[in-house]
């Protein structure tokens, strides 16, 4: 059975559009923002998956199953639950800690942008931090939410969360240069 059998439907025409519970909503309402940051980190990521090593390519492509079911936890407002999720989200910080293990330590801010992978990786952090924000925002103006609703939503902040750790430390891998560039700052005297 196809989910999607018409891509132009004309119903958005007036400047809403229709959640998978049904409900119409503005298309510029917080849920609406953070479905649409959700969608452009994925977007990102197959970009990022064409750039970086066969592993990682694996890994993104797992992420991106991920963010397609906090997808649906936005479109039906919390009322999806996704097996496993906050296994993941272990799964995720344990994998973030694995490969921040084999990096040196870092003194500054890095600058992104060593090569093409890395500051694609750097782009992908940054939206997703993104979109974690309009994940929480939803939360703030929902009001109404059951409380599995409520914990839903809250996975998928966190899950993104611990993305934008993964992908600053898998940028860092990304980079080619034996001394990433930093931030020179203020200097303490």
């Known amino acids: 059975m196809s989910r999607i059998n018409r891509v132009t439907t004309e119903t958005g025409d007036q400047g809403t559009t229709s959640l998978a519970t049904g409900r119409r909503v503005s298309k510029t309402a917080p849920i609406i923002t953070a479905l649409g940051s959700v969608d452009e980190l994925s977007s990102l990521l197959g970009v990022l998956r064409n ?43 344990a994998a973030t800690e694995a490969s921040n293990a084999e990096l040196p330590p870092l003194k500054e801010f890095v600058i992104p942008g060593t090569n093409q992978a890395n500051a694609q990786c750097h782009l992908c952090r940054t939206v997703c931090r993104r979109a974690e924000s309009n994940v929480w925002a939803v939360l703030e103006t929902k009001t109404d939410l059951a409380d599995e609703a409520t914990n839903n939503l809250q996975l998928a902040g966190r899950y993104l969360n611990r993305l934008s750790d993964y992908l600053f430390v898998q940028a860092r891998k990304l980079s080619d240069t034996p001394e990433e560039p930093q931030w020179q700052g203020p200097r303490s005297n």
């Open 51 to 93: 750039q970086g090593s066969q592993a990682l390519a694996t890994e993104l492509e797992t992420v991106q199953q991920v963010l397609f079911d906090l997808g649906a936890i936005l479109a039906m407002e919390g009322q999806y639950q996704p097996q496993g999720l906050a296994e993941r989200i272990d799964a995720l910080k």
